[in-house]
């Protein structure tokens, strides 16, 4: 099977499987609503019914921000102009490439932390549901397989964090270093943000492996019922050496359809100031539109991952594995 087969065949087994997308989106609100409602808290006690409210309605009160920002500290020294539009994006993906990524406040780390383990416990009965197995097909035997496989995951996840802190600590630290001592002197800042973007590129290919090799090994750990956590993960590195190119092009092709959600985000959300309720409205719903198509994009490269994975281990069983059989009205609610 190739990629574009696996891509457009992924596609349609998330898109009959509409409550998958859905659970984690609980998930991720589960885990947001109570850092919601703290940060709501300590932005009240700062500026209450004074007139910076009305300024920050309107857009953003940069002398209160100022002010603000010098006192504030654990949840709320995150917020800030860059909690707006493409700019936590922006943030997220320097702050990652910079070897940053665990050097956020332990709130903020915490939720992180949630979420994951929330994802460690719907992922088998993800990869199961999109794998079209028979068990997983039903409420109670997709929630049977979550608690099965949850705990394979959560060491899984362990092995991963530990693998994310030494490629920072050991490879992205060091290389950011030593470009900072190399250029200190360089008077053109073409030569310092060349050398930096070199850094840039093999951190970020770094983290590309790693993070399909753990993908791979999730899916190696449902299909052939791993439990070792590091066996799964040589396997999924083994499969991504085996195959650099089909699995780099798929991913490719889902980084592509990526860019084109961020963009489309970037090009409808409203941004600050917006006075009136129904503006507030429209504005937390774009986000949260946004929030879904991240959620279907990674259940559909998934989705298509696994289908790689099984062609690749069936090879002329393939295309029997790729014919879609129309779900029931039990599958569609599960």
Known sequence: MNIARCFA????????????PGWVFLASLAVSLPLTA?????LRSSFGTSLVQENMRRGFDVDWYGEFSRTAGGLASTFGPSVVGMMP?????????????FAVDWTVLAAGIAFLLAWAFLAGGIILRLTQAGRARTRGGFFSACGEYFFRFVRLLALSMAIYWALFRWISGPLHRWVERG??????EFTAMTWTMGVYA?????????????????????????????????????????????????????????ALIKGLFILSDPGVGQAGNAALI????????????????????????????????SGPEAAAMAREAPPSSSEVAA
């Open 9 to 20: 065949v992924g596609f349609g087994r998330v898109w009959r499987a509409p409550a998958l």
């Open 38 to 42: 703290a940060m709501r808290e300590i």
């Open 89 to 101: 994006i922006a943030a997220n993906l320097e702050r990652t490439l910079d070897g940053q990524l």
């Open 183 to 188: 250029t200190r002197d360089v008077t053109v």
């Open 202 to 258: 093999v951190v970020g290919l770094l983290l590309v492996i790693a993070g399909l090799s753990f993908d791979y090994a999730k899916i190696a750990m449902v299909l052939e019922e791993r439990r070792s956590a590091l066996l799964a993960f040589v396997r999924g590195l083994r499969f991504f050496l085996s195959h650099p190119g089909r699995t780099l092009g798929l991913y490719g092709m889902f980084l592509i359809v990526g």
């Open 282 to 313: 429209l504005a937390f719903l774009v986000g949260q539109c946004y929030v879904l198509l991240c959620i279907f994009l990674k259940l559909w490269s998934l989705a298509s991952q696994a289908l790689l994975f099984q062609a690749a281990a």
